[in-house]
């Protein structure tokens, strides 16, 4: 059974589109998370809810919107995409904000053509 | 502003020979240091955790260790199936944020 899921796995779509990503876990932990990973591998945190609750915003352009509608889920929507956005975007869940470990999704692969 | 740094950049070691990961940080007060394995494709997954200096962690041929400012993950023997990218990642003791480092890219030849 999957700890974290994401869908779709893979995303091409054209400049100027509306897109979201779908993460799931069933691991019954509290804080969700999603870290985009650029073309150089480098993992960089964009968001995180603790119990359905914004609790990281990192420097991302307001063009991405997560939203969480319960524990367990935690999606991605981006407006007007654009060709920079074009990277590999995580999901990823640990039991509480502080101090644990993440388990980490399979990667959505976003290319923006 | 918290950093994380880890060397080399690339590894490539014959199987059997033991090797070490470094990853150097700089934090204000450390939380945690979290190490992960990421297989192409694939996304990160956990390793370790240590929380103070002095600490050690061990699970099959790695083992993790941690000072004031900088982890090492020490390879032993390792295999082909070892082969990834290994990264460090690590927690402020003032906030909730994570950062990783670059991470350390593994070939082991059979």
């Known amino acids: 059974d999957t700890a974290v899921s994401q869908t779709p796995k893979y995303l091409v779509t054209q400049m100027g589109n509306d897109k979201s990503i779908k993460c799931e876990q069933n691991?019954?932990?509290?804080?969700m998370y999603w870290y985009k990973q650029d073309s150089k591998k480098f993992l960089k945190i964009m968001f995180s809810?603790?119990?359905?609750?914004?609790?990281i915003n990192e420097t991302v352009p307001n063009r991405f919107s997560p939203k969480s509608p319960d524990k367990a889920h935690l999606n991605l929507h981006i407006n007007s995409l654009e060709l920079g956005d074009s990277a590999v975007y995580f999901c990823?869940?640990?039991?509480?904000?502080?101090?644990?470990?993440?388990?980490f999704g399979p990667g959505t692969r976003l290319t923006v053509t | 502003e918290d950093q994380v740094t880890q060397s080399p950049e690339a590894l490539r070691l014959q199987e059997g020979e033991s090797s070490s990961l470094n990853c150097s940080y700089t934090?204000?007060?450390?939380?945690?240091l979290f190490w992960y394995r990421q297989d192409p494709g694939k996304g990160p997954e956990f390793l370790f955790t240590?929380?103070?200096a002095g600490e050690e962690k061990e699970k099959e041929r790695l083992k993790a260790t941690l000072t004031k400012k900088e982890s090492f993950l020490h390879i032993t023997a390792p295999k082909p199936e070892d082969s990834a990218t290994y990264l460090c990642?690590?927690?402020?003791?003032?906030?909730?944020?994570?950062?990783f480092g670059p991470g350390t890219r593994l070939s082991v030849l059979p």
């Open positions: 934090v204000s007060g450390l939380r945690g």
């Open positions: 990823a869940s640990s039991q509480s904000p502080t101090g644990y470990e993440q388990y």
């Open positions: 691991l019954g932990h509290d804080t």
């Open positions: 990642a690590v927690q402020a003791a003032y906030g909730q944020n994570f950062v």
């Open positions: 240590l929380y103070s």
């Open positions: 809810y603790n119990n359905k609750e914004l609790i």
